[in-house]
């Protein structure tokens, strides 16, 4: 019986690794050639651009798992929000029923499925604040200071989420546990729907929403509209566009999850933040049009990206116009 499975070698996933180097934790891959690149050179953490730390977990493509069950008792999902479905349906065939599972992802929705598939005693959401990014599929870049939330949904921690949380910090994160994490969650969701987004459409990094005047006041103006939806369902536990800024300015070099995604051809996790926004709000009748914008530019985008690397725009011509 192992004692954590890190479903998921991307940015949060390694980071997620390293924390729990000393457990000895398996990564597991959903592709054998990164499975096969990590084993071969392991995992480079650098961080704040000067402490190297090399780690060698034990790695498994999902395929080459076939018959054979990893049991383990802490399962933390680290892929996109929409691969959760997917990673749960492998993970009951392969790695048995955790006495936890915990969702590592942006938005609204992964913990949902969590909760569904192994029930609310068991689900435990960890809300990433760090600044990760990957440069190369075997380094991870750490920067800045950040933290990593965990908690259930208006429930006090179990003794293995605790447990968790004990690991994290031998490891050297800082963790702050808490007895209901649908808060902190609805914050993160908030902030990544106004940094994310704007990013992406600007191609820019996170700090041109502090840097550009008017950049910056449409964030706080959709900031503000998002917060009517969030502070309609929890009492936040900080000032939205505090923390906003407090994530730019942790952040502001880097480049947002989902700009990289669009750059990289993949799909966004735009459906689980602006999209869960919108249909809350259409849900409750409140009037969000600057979020409604956005999402139909960036679905826009996202649907443009993806059909021009299909080749089927044919060739781009200029215009006199």
Not at 288 to 307: C, D, F, Q, V, Y
Request: glycine content about 10%; proline content about 5%; overall charge positive.
């Amino acid at each position: 019986m192992h004692e954590y499975c890190v479903i998921g070698p991307g940015s949060i996933g390694g980071l997620t690794a390293y924390f729990l180097r000393s457990s000895n934790p398996i990564l597991i891959a959903r592709s054998r050639r990164h499975a096969l690149l990590l084993r071969a050179r392991g995992l480079r953490i650098i961080v704040n651009g000067e402490e190297h730390h090399l780690i060698k977990p034990q790695v498994y493509a999902w395929r080459d798992l076939g018959e054979e069950r990893l049991e383990c008792r802490t399962i933390l999902l680290a892929v996109k929000a929409y691969q959760v479905r997917g990673a749960l349906r492998l993970a009951s065939r392969l790695l048995g029923r955790p006495e936890l599972a915990v969702s590592l992802q942006n938005g609204i929705g992964p913990l949902e499925m969590v909760e569904e598939k192994y029930g609310v005693d068991r689900a435990a959401a960890g809300i990433v604040e760090y600044g990760a990014y990957r440069p190369d599929p075997a380094t991870i870049m750490l920067s800045g200071q950040g933290r990593i939330i965990l908690g259930r949904r208006s429930a006090s921690p179990t003794p293995r989420l605790r447990r968790l949380a004990e690991e994290f910090e031998k490891g050297g994160g800082n963790i702050m546990l808490v007895d209901d994490v649908e808060p902190y969650r609805m914050l993160k969701a908030l902030a990544n729907s106004v940094v994310n987004p704007l990013t992406a459409l600007l191609e820019a990094p996170n700090r041109i929403l502090v840097e550009d005047p008017r950049v910056r006041r449409l964030a706080r103006e959709l900031t503000a509209e998002l917060s009517m939806i969030a502070g309609s369902l929890v009492e936040l536990p900080e000032d939205p566009w505090k923390y906003v800024l407090s994530i730019v300015e942790a952040t502001g070099s880097n480049y947002s999850s989902m700009l990289v995604d669009l750059r990289s051809g993949r799909r966004t996790e735009i459906d689980y933040l602006n999209g869960w926004f919108y249909r809350e709000a259409c849900r409750r009748g409140i009037p969000t049009p600057i979020n409604n914008t956005i999402l139909s530019l960036l679905k826009g985008r996202e649907a443009w990206l993806r059909r021009s690397r299909r080749g089927s725009l044919g060739g781009l011509r200029g215009s006199a116009s």
